[in-house]
């Protein structure tokens, strides 16, 4: 069975909320008496599956109290509601002694959590399959308003409704209708401007004084395409000469439709409506063989339903 995604990381966590690793699910063990020479015991301290002594997580728990005998061996007995915790050099009430989920652990539990959330608010005739860009990347609106969900989940954790946490549930509940609405821009979807292409640098310019691809124009007439533009020869406008090529039964950017066109600076067809123009930033800005670009376009009628079956229709487009 394929492992369903989740769409954000710690990191991206962390970018919403710097703060959010000081909210972790951590409660402190108080109490602490000597059970018997060096082992302590807590008692009516909750269940505990993990035990941490000032911040470092003491490991898997002892099979019994009766070998918890070195230092920073546990156990807890849930039959009594006891902790037992050994340390020979100090006692633990002089210590931040903890119960609680590891971090890292909790961190990857509260992101699938929040990954389902955001799924089960999402209107169902959008396909989940096809929330990523053309680089793999899951769209920006997605990672963010997951990102505040698992936020909002670790902070009402800690204290339930607070005001911060129901302030990112707002941002939560706007994002997720500007989305539902077709008011937000995600990858895949569709809209009125398409048709004239999203220019993207595939290869970087060579040259310190570059010429680029700086306008389209015309509207596509085909259904979708990824169109690809190379510099052949390098010099100056007037010099410098480029190849085409669309997609074809083999692929995209397979085959070859212009052959060596004299870049003019004016508007130059690339065929199936479409014009692209160069410039660079003087007369002595140059374009270096092997400088590439590429268009993605949709054809002038096209929309796309938000899934296979579905009778809605979302025409929206991304901006880099």
């Not at 003019?264 to 670009?293: C, H, M, P």
Request: glycine share 8%; charged share 20%.
């Amino acid at each position: 069975m394929a492992t369903r995604p989740t769409y954000c990381t710690e990191r991206d966590l962390k970018d919403v909320f710097p703060h959010i690793d000081e909210f972790d699910s951590k409660t402190p063990i108080y109490g602490w008496v000597v059970h018997s020479g060096s082992l302590y015991r807590a008692d009516n301290c909750g269940l505990i599956t993990l035990l941490f002594a000032d911040g470092q997580d003491l490991g898997n728990a002892e099979a019994n109290s009766g070998v918890v005998d070195v230092n920073g061996e546990w156990y807890y007995d849930s039959a009594l509601d006891a902790v037992y915790y050994y340390n020979d050099a100090t006692n633990p009430n002089d210590m931040i002694m903890e119960a609680g989920e590891d971090w890292a652990t909790l961190v990857t539990r509260i992101i699938k959590n929040a990954s389902r959330y955001f799924e089960s608010r999402v209107d169902g005739n959008i396909p989940r399959d096809q929330w990523k860009d053309k680089e793999g990347n899951f769209d920006y609106m997605v990672i963010r308003t997951t990102s505040l969900i698992a936020v909002y989940f670790l902070l009402n954790a800690h204290n339930p409704g607070n005001e911060l946490s129901l302030s990112f549930m707002e941002e939560i509940n706007f994002n997720i209708d500007q989305i539902n609405s077709g008011n937000s821009k995600l990858s895949y979807q569709v809209s009125s401007d398409s048709s004239q292409g999203m220019v993207r640098e595939v290869t970087a310019p060579q040259d310190d004084n570059p010429i680029h691809i700086v306008d389209t124009r015309g509207n596509y007439t085909g259904i979708y395409d990824l169109i690809k533009i190379i510099i052949t020869q390098s010099g100056a406008i007037g010099t410098s000469k480029f190849d085409v090529y669309v997609g074809g039964s083999t692929g995209l950017k397979a085959n070859q439709i212009v052959t060596g066109e004299l870049m003019t600076g004016q508007y130059q067809s690339i065929g199936n409506g479409l014009q692209i123009r160069f410039q660079g930033k003087d007369d002595s800005s140059i374009a270096t063989v092997s400088d590439e670009w590429e268009l993605e376009v949709w054809g002038v009628r096209e929309s796309m339903d938000g899934s296979p079956g579905s009778s809605t229709n979302t025409r929206m487009t991304r901006r880099r």
